[in-house]
């Protein structure tokens, strides 16, 4: 018994002892939130540093050298980069990392002072000095950090470039296998050598290296308070790519771990990146699936080695579709499991990992069981998945097709109840974690909406003895088919018409009796439905008749027509109102035939409607006149005028309607032809003062218009007359002034000026003349002087000058 509590004593203490050659140093992945145990630096390429030596428990925000924004930052909440869009705490194919920090920013030498690029970029840094545990080298101690960049594109040459770089080093050198750096590519051809700008990116081995350009301006120059920049599309990303190095050859020594993220050397550029670490030194991992899907793709993945080779074994029947020298493979699953294995190596390391994986069938998603009809409101409809491999997930519908609703469903079967629309039905399958998710094929349950009989135009409709009427039945706002009609006498025994009708109307026929009808309507698979009840009631008295004259009639404008009716049956009667008649009103009709006349004076086209009544039938006799009123003839003899003796002057009157074309002037003194639109007049000595004539124009059916003409005969010469004053205070008499032209063809002008000589009116219009205002301002009693020209019938020019006062 003492011997095996020995040995199992021996093999406690090996146990113990390959778990601390394998722990990880305290928070070398800041996993305490801060930056305990790092030391941190910031400062300027080639400058002054300011350092924050470890332990920097608490610690975590660094701020750029000398200025108030933020260098180093520890992340322990993942967001998105503003211009990679990678998360800021990565997850590599199923690992996740749960924090990181960030080193630098978008902030610039400019951000120093206004203007220049000196004195030389921002730098930042943080270091870790690791006391590599005590044992044989034989066994991997390994460190795995994940970086993503942000860099601006400077157009240096490469060395001066902004970047970032992971540097190991011990005492008194640096292990350059395990200490890469990354920037922008460029061909080195900026001219004059350092410090200097316009070197063009290699762009394809930038791209090649995993950059992106980012597709976020940047204010690039911007320098303090951000003034004067220029938006530039010269940002560059790379997402996140994993990293590890091997310290077993230095076990029981120290060697340091440096990120650092630096700005181009002149400093206007600027650089800043994410690093996370790994919690795990035992060595390579793989990461990927342990259980994998059949026949679907798949990356399994170990960190990179800078400068490595990469040898990948994978099970029976897989297959290595890319990346077999490379850290990721992407893989087709084999119809079995097996392991997969890693061997990487560069002159710093030689890792080998081992991971077993298992298979599973891939999913398949089955079909919903089955398309269905019910009506809409109350229903159940029960649904089961068919044909399916994996689990349901969950249940989803869809009243379009296009848009889904989840159901918080996770077995076979579910139960659809009172739905009101059609809907589809589907569910989420997946054969296990390893294998995709897939959409059953949907069910699709047909809704049909509840039957609804609709309502008969007219409910109701009144037939007397005599009518000879055919009621017409229309079935409105009904929801399903006509299955048929039915008809009643005493509306509770019902039967159906002959031949079936499923059309929305229904001739009744002749009616003798009172019936009652409705129609059966049925939507899909829903009961059926009656509609409202339509009556035809029969009544057993004579229907009210008259017979009239004329029942359409033509009269002009202003006339009146008679209008004649006899009453055969019926016991009273009505004139409607609308249009002035003599005699109107109602009556009592003493006995049959009874004769009624009127006239009728409207004064426009309408309708005159004579209502009979008999008394037992609620069905009135319209009989309706129709009285056709032609529009008004309008006739235009022209403007009053004034003429001097021997003088032609030639009328030319108008009229509304061309159908008015016999004219007649009167009196025909001096006209040469009366009975013309346009007759020529000329006065003699004996002529009096003025003549007014009436002119008339008339149509064949006899309607007429006139219009009246004064015509102020001078027996001098051609002259103006110009009135002394006028009183234009509104009354309608002598508001406003103009010159009185006898003889005269045409005004060239009426001019009128104030007192200084400044024109206030003027027109070339005969009969226009001024009203006393000044852009609408009222002028006060003054003299004005005015100034006409006009030529005469005979082409003489007539000139009056003189002057007229305004009187308020």
Not at 392 to 405: A, H
Not at 425 to 434: I, K, M, R, S, Y
């Amino acid at each position: 018994m003492m011997k095996y509590l020995l040995c199992l004593a021996a093999i406690m203490v090996a146990l113990c002892g390959f778990s601390q050659m394998q722990t990880c140093p305290t928070n070398i992945n800041f996993g305490t939130g801060d930056l305990s145990f790092w030391s941190a630096r910031t400062g300027l390429m080639g400058g002054l540093n300011i350092n924050y030596p470890a332990p920097n428990a608490g610690l975590t925000n660094v701020p750029e050298y000398t200025i108030g924004n933020t260098g180093i930052q520890v992340i322990t909440t993942s967001t998105s980069d503003p211009y990679g869009f990678f998360p800021t705490i990565p997850t590599i194919n199923g690992y996740a990392y749960n924090y990181s920090i960030k080193l630098g920013s978008t902030s610039t030498s400019r951000d120093l002072q206004q203007g220049g690029r000196s004195p030389g970029g921002f730098t930042r840094a943080v270091s870790y000095t690791i006391d590599v545990p005590a044992g044989p080298a034989t066994v991997p101690y390994t460190m795995t950090y994940a970086y993503a960049m942000v860099l601006e594109n400077g157009t240096h040459n490469s060395s001066e470039q902004p970047m970032f770089r992971a540097t190991l080093s011990t005492q008194d050198s640096i292990i350059t296998c395990a200490s890469p750096g990354y920037y922008l590519p460029t061909f080195d051809n900026a001219p004059g050598g350092g410090n200097s700008t316009g070197a063009t990116l290699d762009s394809a081995a930038a791209l090649a290296n995993g950059f992106t350009n980012s597709p976020v301006p940047f204010l690039s120059f911007s320098g303090a308070g951000n003034q004067n920049g220029v938006l530039l599309y010269d940002v560059w990303t790379k997402g996140w790519t994993e990293v590890t190095f091997d310290l077993s050859p230095y076990r029981g020594r120290q060697v340091t771990l440096t990120f650092e993220a630096d700005n181009c050397t002149p400093g206007a550029h600027f650089a800043y990146a994410y690093v996370a670490l790994r919690n795990v030194c035992a060595g390579l991992e793989i990461s990927g699936k342990t259980v994998a899907c059949t026949n679907t793709t798949v990356e399994y993945s170990v960190p990179a080695l800078a400068g490595a080779t990469y040898a990948w074994t994978v099970p029976a029947g897989w297959t290595i579709n890319s990346g077999a020298n490379s850290n990721i493979i992407n893989v087709t699953v084999g119809p079995g499991g097996g392991f997969i294995t890693s061997h990487e190596v560069n002159g710093c390391a030689d890792l080998r990992d081992t991971i077993p994986v298992t298979t599973t069938a891939p999913t398949v998603a089955g079909r919903i069981m089955s398309d269905t009809t019910v009506c809409a409101g109350i229903n159940n409809c029960p649904l089961s998945i068919a044909d399916e491999r994996g689990t349901v997930l969950k249940w989803l519908s869809s009243t379009d097709g296009v848009r889904w609703q989840e159901i918080a469903v996770a077995t076979d079967n579910y139960t659809a109840q009172n739905l009101t629309t059609s809907t589809r039905f589907a569910a989420l399958v997946q054969n296990g974690d390893a294998c995709t998710v897939d959409t059953a094929n949907a069910a699709f349950i047909t809704v049909d909406p509840k039957s609804d009989g609709g309502r008969i135009s007219p409910d109701l409709t009144n037939v007397c003895l005599g009518e000879n009427v055919d009621p017409k039945l229309t079935l409105n706002n009904n929801t399903g088919a006509v299955m048929n009609w039915q008809l009643s006498f005493d509306n509770s025994s019902w039967s159906n018409v002959t031949p079936a009708n499923s059309s929305t109307t229904l001739q009744a026929g002749a009616v003798s009796r009172t019936s009652y009808y409705r129609s059966i309507v049925k939507s899909g698979v829903c009961p059926g439905d009656t509609s409202d009840v339509a009556t035809i009631r029969f009544y057993n008295v004579p229907a009210p008749a008259a017979t009239i004259a004329p029942d359409s009639i033509e009269i002009c404008h202003g006339k009146s027509a008679v209008l004649s009716a006899t009453i055969t049956t019926g016991t009273s009667y009505a004139w409607s109102t609308n249009v002035p008649l003599s005699p109107g009103g109602s009556g009592a009709v003493t006995a049959v035939p009874y004769s009624l006349t009127a006239t009728a004076t409207p004064p426009v086209t309408s309708n005159v409607v004579l209502t009979v009544n008999n008394t037992g039938c609620p069905n009135p006799s319209k009989d309706t006149f129709y009285i056709y009123v032609t529009d008004p003839i309008v006739v235009r003899a022209g403007n009053d005028t004034a003429v001097v003796y021997n003088q032609p002057l030639q009328f030319n009157a108008t009229v509304n309607d061309p159908k008015a074309n016999s004219w007649d002037w009167a009196p025909a003194s001096y006209l040469n032809n009366p009975g013309i639109p346009d007759p020529l007049a000329v006065y003699d000595l004996n002529a009096p003062a003025e003549v007014t004539y009436i002119a008339t124009a008339k149509t064949m059916a006899g309607c007429s218009g006139s219009d009246t003409l004064t015509v102020k005969i001078f027996k001098t010469g051609a002259d103006i007359f110009m009135p002394s004053g006028f009183t234009p205070n509104g009354d309608g008499r002598n508001d406003v002034i103009r010159p009185i032209m006898a003889g005269v063809k045409q005004l060239n002008f009426f001019r009128v000026y104030n007192r200084w000589g400044q024109l206030v009116f003027s027109t070339s219009e005969v009969n226009k003349g001024w009203n006393g205002e000044i852009g609408g301002t009222k002028q006060s009693s003054q003299n004005f002087v005015y100034m006409v020209q006009a030529v005469d019938y005979t082409g003489k020019v007539i000139v009056k000058r003189g002057s007229f006062v305004l009187i308020r």
